[in-house]
């Protein structure tokens, strides 16, 4: 008889089928880039809370200029008062002493200053002494009461202008700053290690995982700088100075002092002094889009926060300031904050980086 058929047992142990290599590439490149998307957002959030609290304490900081100075000019007006005060109680005690009063020993500026209570001339003797001594007696006890008071009263107010000072909570918002600083340190270097360790796969080529939407439409863009690349966009297989692990933008070599031009127009939004990047410019394109040029030399910055630059304009000067090894541009390409590989990104608007 003919073995009939078997039909199979979905319950029984089916033999394990190994996804294909595609399927893994697939499955790790989509991983990464949810872990991508992931510390980006922390970047985002982070830089957010820093501009918030970089806002905040340059608001406090010009309230507490502004309160420190009202402080110290009314100082300066409460001490002037109390000199005139002082010559006043002087002009008043020597009209008393050449008059035989017998408070001539008395301490003319306890007399002025511990309170008259309108009653000086009673305390000074009666106005027939001081008339022996004096022209005009009742003027200088007059001119000497008021003076004092004057100056009571500015004093009053100068203590208070300090008070106000120490209440504006400048330095907890400075540490607000720093802490958010921080926060936003410790969210890149997250997004970092993320950025390594696609770049241990291979499966990712360019960092972060950036489509050119075509922004600033056909906005004319030029070469930085002429020079040759020494250090690309991408992780670094070693740390120069102490520098992170991903490097976020292309060094281009040239001699120190050689132009630096804006790549494309904008509005210089910053400059000067910023930690490793020495002395720098970042401008705003506009529509998300920003440009930083880093190492410039000392004295070498030709625009300033606000001016329009057009592409090509000569804005810097090549320097080595910041953690630079030699002479240098530091250049980088910003996307809504995001710092991606400016090569790709110029070369689809027909430019070829550092030639």
């Known amino acids: 008889m003919d073995d009939e058929p078997v039909t199979p047992d979905a319950t029984a142990p089916q033999p394990f089928e190994q996804a294909s290599p595609d399927a893994a590439v697939s499955a790790l490149a989509a991983q990464f880039e949810a872990e991508l998307a992931a510390t980006s957002a922390q970047v985002a959030e982070a830089r957010a809370a820093y501009a918030s609290a970089s806002d905040e304490y ?23 008062a109390e000199q005139t005060a002082t010559t006043s109680a002087r002009l008043l005690l020597r009209a008393v002493r050449a008059g035989g009063n017998p408070l001539e020993s008395a301490d003319p500026l306890a007399a002025i200053f511990a309170g008259t209570g309108g009653n000086l001339l009673q305390r000074l003797g009666s106005l027939d002494q001081l008339a022996r001594a004096s022209a005009s007696p009742s003027e ?5 009461e008021h003076d004092a008071v ?15 000072v120490g ?26 290690s993320v950025q390594l360790q696609i770049a241990s796969t291979g499966s990712v080529t360019r960092f972060p995982n950036f ?10 863009w030029v070469d930085p700088l002429r ?11 070693s740390r120069p100075l102490g520098t992170g692990p991903f490097h976020y933008g292309d060094d281009i070599a040239a001699a120190c002092s050689t132009w630096i031009v804006a790549a494309a127009a904008g509005t210089v939004e910053s400059t000067g002094p910023n930690g490793s990047y020495g002395n720098w ?4 394109h506009g529509h998300g889009v920003q440009t930083v040029y880093g ?11 606000g001016e329009a630059v057009v592409a090509g304009q000569p804005i810097a000067l090549v320097g080595s300031t910041g953690l630079s090894t030699g002479c240098h541009l530091h250049f980088e390409v910003r996307i809504d904050g995001q710092r991606i590989d400016p090569q790709p990104f110029l070369a689809v608007r027909g430019v070829i980086v550092g030639r």
């Open 58 to 80: 340059q608001a406090t900081k010009h309230e507490f200029d502004q309160a420190n100075q009202l402080a110290s000019d009314t100082d300066q007006r409460a001490e002037a």
């Open 150 to 164: 004057v100056a009571r009263g500015l004093r009053t107010q100068a203590d208070k202008a300090k008070d106000a």
């Open 227 to 237: 020079g040759q690349i020494t250090d690309g966009y991408g992780p670094r297989p």
């Open 140 to 144: 200088l006890a007059a001119r000497a």
């Open 281 to 284: 410019v970042l401008i705003d």
């Open 211 to 220: 489509v050119d939407d075509g922004r600033l439409g056909k906005a004319a």
């Open 167 to 192: 209440t504006i909570p400048v330095e907890s918002n400075q540490q607000a700053v720093a802490s958010a600083s921080a926060a936003v340190d410790s969210a890149e270097a997250r997004m970092a």
């Open 295 to 305: 190492h410039i030399e000392n004295g070498g910055t030709l625009v300033h926060v």
